[in-house]
C-alpha cells in the first residue's frame, strides 16, 4: 500500500495501527473470539490513543456490516462453485473486504491502493499465518507459498508474471516449450525480478523486495531507479522502488522454511522472533535489554510454542504469555 495516505476521523495515522484495527474487527466479527482474545483487544485499545481512535473509526464505518450474524455471513461467503474447506483467517479477511466497501478506501484510503489484507484475500493464491503451499503453474513452473503469502498468477501469449501481494515465495521456473519464449517475471511493489534459468525466492517487506537465488540468475529492476542487477546463484540481492540493494552471498538455510523449518546462526533474539512471528498469529517480542542475544539451532515451524517455551533452556531469558496471542522475552529474573 505504498503511497497511500491513511485517516481516521479525518486525521492521519500509521498504516499498520490501522491494519491491527482490522484484524481485531474480524477478529470479534467472527463469533469466535476467545476471553483472552477479547482481553487483548482492550489492553491493545488502551495501550496508545491512535489504537482507540483507529479503533473508533473503523467501528463506526462498519456498524452495518457488525449486525449482521456472523455464522451466516461466513457461510455465506464459503458457498458456490469455488467454494473449498476455508480457514477462518481466510473468511475474515474477506469479512473485513466487506467492511470496507462503501467507504473512499479503506480508512479514508486513495481508492487505488486497496489496504494488503484486502488484496490478499482477494488474490488468486494465498496462505494464511503458518500455512505454506506448493502448487503447479499453468507452464509447469512449481510455486512455493511461505506463511501469510498472497500473488495473483497473469500468463498471457507474451509473458509470464507472478505478481506477489504480500510475503514470500519460491519459484522453480520451467522451460519454455512453446514457439516463442515468454520471460518469467516477479513483479512487487517495489520493481521486477526476472528469471534467467531459475530457482529463486523472492520476498516483499514494506520498504524493499529481496531476492534469493538457488540455480540460474535473476536480473532486478526497481520500478523507479536506473539500472538492473544480476543476482546469480548462492548469491541474495534487493531493491527499493528507486534504487538497487547490493548482492551479497547467501546458503541454502534461507530456504529452509520450504522444509517447515527455521534455521538460525547466531542470530539475534529481534531478528529470531521477528521471523517466528511470520508463522505465528498474534503479538510476538523482546525487551530492548535482551534484543542482542544470540541464538542458534534447527527450529520446527509447525510446534512454535515449544520453540518459544524452550528459549529459556539456552537464553538468560523469561517468556511471559499474557495470552495465547500475546508472547513477550524478557531478560530473566532473579529467582
Same mark, same amino acid.
Given at each position: &500500500?505504498?503511497?497511500?495516505?491513511?485517516?481516521?476521523?479525518?486525521?492521519?495515522?500509521?498504516l499498520?495501527?490501522?491494519?491491527q484495527?482490522?484484524?481485531w474487527?474480524?477478529?470479534?466479527?467472527?463469533?469466535?473470539?476467545?476471553?483472552?482474545?477479547?482481553?487483548?483487544?482492550?489492553? @491493545?485499545?488502551?495501550?496508545?490513543?491512535?489504537?482507540?481512535?483507529?479503533w #473508533?473509526?473503523?467501528e463506526? *464505518?462498519?456498524?452495518?456490516?457488525?449486525?449482521?450474524?456472523?455464522?451466516?455471513?461466513?457461510?455465506?461467503?464459503?458457498?458456490?462453485?469455488?467454494?473449498?474447506?476455508? #480457514?477462518?483467517?481466510?473468511?475474515?479477511?474477506?469479512?473485513?473486504?466487506l467492511?470496507s466497501?462503501? *467507504?473512499? =478506501?479503506?480508512?479514508?484510503?486513495?481508492?487505488?491502493h486497496?489496504?494488503g489484507?484486502?488484496?490478499?484475500a482477494?488474490?488468486?493464491? #494465498?496462505?494464511g499465518?503458518?500455512?505454506?503451499?506448493?502448487?503447479?503453474?499453468?507452464? =509447469?513452473? %512449481?510455486?512455493?507459498?511461505?506463511?501469510?503469502?498472497?500473488?495473483?498468477?497473469?500468463?498471457?501469449?507474451?509473458? %509470464?508474471?507472478?505478481?506477489?501481494?504480500?510475503g514470500e515465495?519460491?519459484?522453480?521456473?520451467?522451460?519454455?516449450? =512453446?514457439?516463442?519464449?515468454?520471460p518469467?517475471?516477479?513483479?512487487?511493489?517495489?520493481?521486477?525480478?526476472?528469471?534467467?534459468?531459475? %530457482?529463486?525466492?523472492?520476498?516483499?517487506?514494506?520498504?524493499s523486495?529481496?531476492v534469493?537465488?538457488e540455480?540460474?540468475?535473476?536480473?532486478?529492476t526497481?520500478?523507479?531507479?536506473?539500472?538492473?542487477?544480476?543476482?546469480?546463484?548462492?548469491?541474495?540481492?534487493g &531493491?527499493?522502488?528507486?534504487a538497487?540493494?547490493?548482492?551479497?552471498a547467501?546458503t541454502?538455510?534461507?530456504?529452509? @522454511?520450504?522444509?517447515?523449518?527455521l534455521?538460525a546462526?547466531?542470530?539475534?533474539?529481534?531478528?529470531f522472533?521477528?521471523?517466528?512471528?511470520?508463522?505465528?498469529?498474534?503479538?510476538?517480542?523482546?525487551?530492548?535489554?535482551v534484543?542482542?542475544?544470540?541464538?542458534?539451532?534447527?527450529?520446527?515451524?509447525?510446534?512454535?510454542?515449544?520453540?518459544?517455551?524452550?528459549?529459556?533452556?539456552?537464553?538468560?531469558?523469561?517468556?511471559r504469555?499474557?495470552t495465547?496471542?500475546?508472547?513477550?522475552?524478557?531478560?530473566?529474573q532473579?529467582r
Amino acid at each position: &500500500m505504498r503511497g497511500a495516505t491513511v485517516y481516521a476521523h479525518g486525521q492521519p495515522i500509521d498504516l499498520a495501527i490501522a491494519m491491527q484495527a482490522a484484524e481485531w474487527l474480524t477478529t470479534l466479527m467472527s463469533g469466535e473470539a476467545t476471553p483472552a482474545e477479547k482481553a487483548a483487544w482492550r489492553h @491493545w485499545r488502551q495501550a496508545h490513543p491512535d489504537h482507540e481512535r483507529a479503533w #473508533s473509526h473503523i467501528e463506526h *464505518v462498519s456498524g452495518g456490516l457488525r449486525e449482521l450474524d456472523a455464522q451466516a455471513s461466513r457461510k455465506a461467503l464459503l458457498q458456490g462453485p469455488m467454494a473449498r474447506p476455508a #480457514s477462518r483467517r481466510k473468511s475474515l479477511q474477506l469479512l473485513a473486504c466487506l467492511a470496507s466497501i462503501g *467507504v473512499t =478506501g479503506w480508512f479514508g484510503a486513495r481508492p487505488d491502493h486497496a489496504p494488503g489484507f484486502v488484496r490478499a484475500a482477494l488474490a488468486d493464491l #494465498s496462505t494464511g499465518v503458518g500455512e505454506r503451499r506448493e502448487l503447479p503453474l499453468p507452464d =509447469g513452473s %512449481r510455486l512455493h507459498l511461505n506463511s501469510a503469502s498472497a500473488v495473483n498468477v497473469r500468463y498471457t501469449g507474451t509473458q %509470464r508474471l507472478l505478481q506477489l501481494v504480500q510475503g514470500e515465495i519460491f519459484v522453480a521456473t520451467a522451460r519454455e516449450t =512453446g514457439a516463442g519464449y515468454r520471460p518469467f517475471l516477479v513483479e512487487t511493489a517495489h520493481g521486477h525480478a526476472q528469471a534467467l534459468g531459475t %530457482r529463486y525466492s523472492v520476498r516483499q517487506a514494506d520498504s524493499s523486495t529481496t531476492v534469493a537465488v538457488e540455480e540460474g540468475a535473476v536480473r532486478l529492476t526497481p520500478r523507479q531507479g536506473d539500472g538492473t542487477l544480476l543476482v546469480h546463484a548462492g548469491q541474495g540481492g534487493g &531493491m527499493t522502488a528507486q534504487a538497487i540493494l547490493p548482492a551479497h552471498a547467501v546458503t541454502s538455510d534461507i530456504w529452509a @522454511w520450504r522444509q517447515g523449518l527455521l534455521l538460525a546462526d547466531a542470530m539475534p533474539l529481534r531478528d529470531f522472533l521477528h521471523e517466528l512471528s511470520r508463522h505465528r498469529h498474534g503479538l510476538l517480542g523482546c525487551d530492548d535489554a535482551v534484543a542482542g542475544l544470540r541464538i542458534s539451532g534447527v527450529f520446527p515451524l509447525a510446534d512454535l510454542d515449544a520453540v518459544l517455551l524452550s528459549l529459556p533452556d539456552s537464553l538468560p531469558v523469561d517468556v511471559r504469555l499474557r495470552t495465547r496471542y500475546w508472547v513477550q522475552v524478557e531478560a530473566r529474573q532473579q529467582r
